[in-house]
């Protein structure tokens, strides 16, 4: 099987698979005839997939977990610069404009926005979420299950906020529609919303 999009590095424990940047469309049907093709080496084993490309759809990720019981790992470490965007080596994702409706992104880490997520513009990132201005749309950090993750917001504006399993009830959303900067996390099973003034951002 002849192989064109990624490249495998690692022992049957821990491989990392890094894409080539040809033929992503291919990417998920590569990989899966390849892992298919030596199940006995990946079974049980830890991919870290690196390498992703912007608007990288990690849904099959799921599916070849269950199928042939292996752990997928996702993340970003291209350095691209293009006319509306930065990725740096750090996987955080740099938005230097406005998402508008219609648009939607996907980023496994971190995502900045330099401008507003306006209604019917959605944002879903496996990290933490900034946005310098506004949030009217759909904003869904920690899409993986990580619940440590948080959304900072200039301001809210009848957004839809998520972070791993939890969604912000449209009311306190309502009540959060000021001019204050807030951040928006999940304490003690509750997904709350704190002025950035008030929370005390320690590092680990």
């Given at each position: 099987m002849k192989i064109t999009s990624f490249n495998v590095k690692g022992k049957n424990n821990s491989v990392k698979i890094t894409l080539t940047g040809k033929n992503p469309k291919y990417f998920w049907e590569e990989l899966e005839g390849y892992i298919k093709q030596n199940e006995k080496f990946f079974k049980g084993a830890s991919l870290l997939i690196d390498g992703l490309p912007l608007d990288f759809d990690e849904t099959p990720a799921k599916g070849l977990e269950e199928l042939y019981n292996v752990s997928i790992k996702l993340t970003g470490k291209t350095t691209k610069t293009l006319q509306n965007h930065l990725v740096a080596t750090n996987s955080t994702y740099y938005h230097l404009k406005t998402i508008r409706s219609g648009q939607r992104f996907f980023y496994a880490?971190?995502?900045?926005?330099?401008?507003?997520?306006?209604?019917?513009?959605e944002i879903l990132a496996s990290g933490n979420i900034t946005v310098t201005n506004s949030i009217g749309g759909l904003v869904h950090?920690?899409?993986?299950?990580?619940?440590?993750?948080?959304?900072?917001?200039?301001?809210?504006?009848?957004?839809?906020?998520?972070?791993?399993?939890?969604?912000?009830?449209?009311?306190?959303?309502?009540?959060?529609?000021?001019?204050?900067?807030?951040?928006?996390?999940?304490?003690?099973?509750?997904?709350?919303?704190?002025?950035?003034?008030?929370?005390?951002?320690?590092?680990?």
């Open positions: 880490g971190d995502v900045v926005v330099f401008g507003n997520v306006n209604s019917g513009g950090a920690g899409y993986n299950g990580d619940k440590k993750s948080f959304v900072i917001a200039e301001k809210l504006l009848s957004p839809q906020i998520r972070i791993a399993d939890h969604v912000l009830p449209v009311e306190k959303a309502s009540e959060s529609a000021i001019n204050e900067k807030v951040v928006v996390s999940i304490a003690e099973k509750d997904i709350v919303v704190n002025e950035f003034n008030d929370v005390n951002m320690k590092g680990d």
